[in-house]
């Protein structure tokens, strides 16, 4: 990290940002950063993220956590502002990752303006499913009651960790309980023990006290000391909710934009964007997926991938790599380097297929990045570019030179497509299975 880390860049925070549909291996070259960061914040999102990171062959599953919790002992985790903390979930993932041998004392921060994520907001997630679901319209959410908790917070009903902790429990009473009855206003009155979830946080605020930061100061007091801070991005670009395939996305912002407010920092704070990519395409839940391949194509790359979400478990969608999400995604978050993921997996394929763009079938207009119209796009057709594949397994290569021709081939071609030089190459899943190539 002494090259592309923080302090590379004048003191500023380096950002790992999923660049298509989230579920990239974003985990993995967070962990490989982290070992020389000082911080490691998250930005935004809830445990409807995760991020799968295997070391010395123990598997780390983080969903609300930081992956910095793998770092060095002296490496700081920090959960932002813009993050909705479900505490249940919290406090069984911290105690999951210290019985694997990790420290999260004095290691472990929260800020004091991150909004609460209480059960009742997972029904109400289950419950407006439902309703969608009836009209065959459902999202295909995590219902772990993210998008119920960001919809508290901008109609500004939401309960915040500084309420939890004030020394007069009254206010955080009064708005839960204010919050609970519009709920049941709106959704009629469903099983929920209003009484018994006040008691249990009445518990919390004691345990969650010792982890509350005011985040904004902490950061930023963090860069001017010289510290190497370094932003992890849940989710990805196409699950943005202003910029994704909306309405099939989650209700945050997952690009650079929710860095800055999700953390409090301004744009200038930021040096190094990197974006992490997937060597083929998957996403999961409903929606929009051009290049998804429902053949033995998809099924070699969902069975040899094991693409099944770290939260939820779901087999995910799976299909050839789509350039037009790439150029979208670089034209909103400004990539430096690009991280390319699982190269391995699609080792023995012979012939690969990219998406460059999607023509409309009546009109013959071409589209080089993803339009906003979900219905104009399935009008579309995806224009595709074949590659030849490789025979050989890259999961023991070391270096750029010692991949395949093929290989390379097909790395060089999506900087090409994209106009941004590839970084770091994946070739399998532990720590030390990353490339890092010239750019």
């Given at each position: 990290?002494a090259?592309n880390?923080?302090?590379?860049t004048?003191n500023?925070?380096?950002v790992?940002l999923?660049?298509?549909?989230?579920?990239?291996?974003?985990?993995?070259?967070?962990?490989?950063?982290?070992?020389?960061a000082?911080l490691?914040?998250?930005?935004?999102?809830?445990?409807?993220?995760?991020?799968?990171?295997?070391?010395?062959g123990?598997?780390?599953?983080?969903?609300?956590?930081?992956?910095?919790?793998?770092?060095?002992?002296?490496?700081v985790?920090?959960?932002?502002?813009?993050?909705?903390?479900h505490?249940?979930?919290?406090?069984e993932?911290?105690?999951?990752?210290?019985s694997?041998?990790?420290s999260?004392?004095?290691?472990?921060?929260?800020?004091?303006?991150?909004?609460?994520?209480?059960?009742?907001?997972?029904?109400?997630?289950?419950?407006k499913?439902?309703?969608?679901?009836s009209?065959?319209?459902?999202?295909g959410t995590?219902?772990?009651?993210i998008?119920?908790?960001?919809s508290?917070?901008a109609s500004?009903?939401?309960?915040r960790v500084?309420?939890?902790?004030?020394?007069?429990?009254?206010e955080?009473?009064?708005?839960?309980?204010?919050?609970a009855?519009?709920?049941?206003?709106?959704?009629?009155?469903?099983?929920?023990?209003?009484?018994?979830?006040?008691e249990?946080?009445?518990?919390?605020?004691d345990l969650?006290?010792?982890?509350v930061?005011?985040?904004?100061?902490y950061?930023?007091?963090?860069?001017?000391?010289?510290?190497?801070?370094l932003?992890?991005?849940a989710?990805?670009?196409?699950?943005?909710?202003d910029?994704?395939?909306?309405?099939y996305?989650?209700?945050?912002?997952?690009?650079?934009g929710?860095?800055?407010?999700?953390?409090?920092?301004?744009?200038?704070?930021?040096?190094?964007?990197?974006?992490?990519?997937?060597?083929?395409t998957?996403?999961?839940?409903?929606?929009?997926f051009?290049?998804?391949q429902?053949n033995?194509?998809?099924e070699?790359l969902?069975?040899?991938?094991?693409?099944?979400?770290?939260?939820?478990?779901r087999?995910?969608?799976?299909?050839?790599l789509?350039?037009?999400?790439?150029?979208?995604?670089?034209m909103?978050n400004?990539?430096?380097?690009i991280n390319?993921?699982?190269?391995?997996i699609?080792?023995?394929?012979?012939?690969?297929?990219?998406?460059?763009?999607?023509?409309?079938?009546?009109?013959?207009?071409?589209?080089?990045?993803?339009?906003a119209?979900?219905?104009?796009?399935?009008?579309?057709?995806?224009?595709y570019?074949?590659?030849?594949?490789?025979?050989?397994?890259i999961g023991?290569?070391?270096?750029?030179?010692?991949l395949?021709?093929?290989?390379?081939?097909?790395?060089?071609?999506?900087?090409q497509?994209?106009?941004?030089?590839?970084?770091?190459?994946?070739?399998g899943?532990?720590?030390?299975s990353?490339?890092?190539?010239?750019?």
């Amino acid at each position: 990290m002494a090259t592309n880390g923080p302090d590379a860049t004048g003191n500023k925070a380096v950002v790992v940002l999923g660049a298509q549909w989230g579920d990239e291996g974003k985990g993995k070259l967070v962990d490989i950063l982290t070992q020389q960061a000082d911080l490691v914040a998250r930005c935004q999102g809830g445990n409807n993220a995760g991020h799968t990171i295997v070391v010395d062959g123990v598997k780390f599953d983080f969903h609300m956590l930081p992956s910095g919790l793998l770092g060095a002992p002296s490496t700081v985790s920090l959960v932002g502002s813009g993050v909705v903390l479900h505490l249940p979930s919290f406090f069984e993932e911290v105690k999951k990752t210290e019985s694997k041998g990790v420290s999260c004392a004095n290691r472990l921060f929260v800020s004091d303006r991150c909004h609460l994520v209480f059960d009742l907001h997972q029904i109400v997630d289950g419950l407006k499913e439902g309703e969608l679901a009836s009209h065959k319209q459902e999202i295909g959410t995590t219902k772990k009651g993210i998008g119920p908790a960001y919809s508290s917070k901008a109609s500004r009903g939401g309960v915040r960790v500084h309420h939890l902790i004030a020394p007069d429990f009254a206010e955080f009473e009064s708005r839960f309980r204010q919050m609970a009855a519009n709920k049941k206003r709106r959704y009629g009155d469903f099983p929920y023990d209003v009484d018994a979830e006040v008691e249990r946080y009445r518990q919390y605020r004691d345990l969650i006290r010792p982890y509350v930061v005011d985040s904004v100061t902490y950061v930023h007091k963090a860069l001017q000391e010289g510290k190497r801070v370094l932003v992890e991005g849940a989710n990805a670009v196409m699950l943005d909710i202003d910029f994704g395939t909306f309405p099939y996305v989650t209700s945050s912002n997952t690009t650079i934009g929710g860095v800055c407010t999700g953390l409090g920092l301004p744009p200038k704070s930021i040096g190094k964007v990197i974006g992490v990519v997937k060597a083929y395409t998957t996403r999961v839940g409903a929606g929009p997926f051009p290049t998804e391949q429902l053949n033995e194509v998809g099924e070699h790359l969902q069975t040899v991938g094991a693409e099944f979400g770290v939260t939820t478990g779901r087999k995910r969608r799976c299909g050839w790599l789509d350039a037009a999400v790439l150029r979208w995604s670089h034209m909103i978050n400004g990539y430096d380097s690009i991280n390319l993921t699982k190269l391995d997996i699609l080792d023995g394929l012979p012939t690969l297929r990219i998406g460059i763009a999607y023509k409309h079938r009546a009109t013959g207009q071409v589209y080089e990045t993803f339009p906003a119209d979900l219905h104009l796009l399935e009008e579309c057709d995806v224009i595709y570019e074949e590659l030849p594949g490789w025979k050989e397994s890259i999961g023991g290569c070391k270096s750029w030179d010692a991949l395949p021709e093929n290989a390379r081939k097909y790395v060089e071609r999506i900087e090409q497509l994209v106009g941004v030089n590839v970084e770091y190459i994946g070739v399998g899943v532990s720590r030390d299975s990353m490339i890092t190539k010239s750019v």
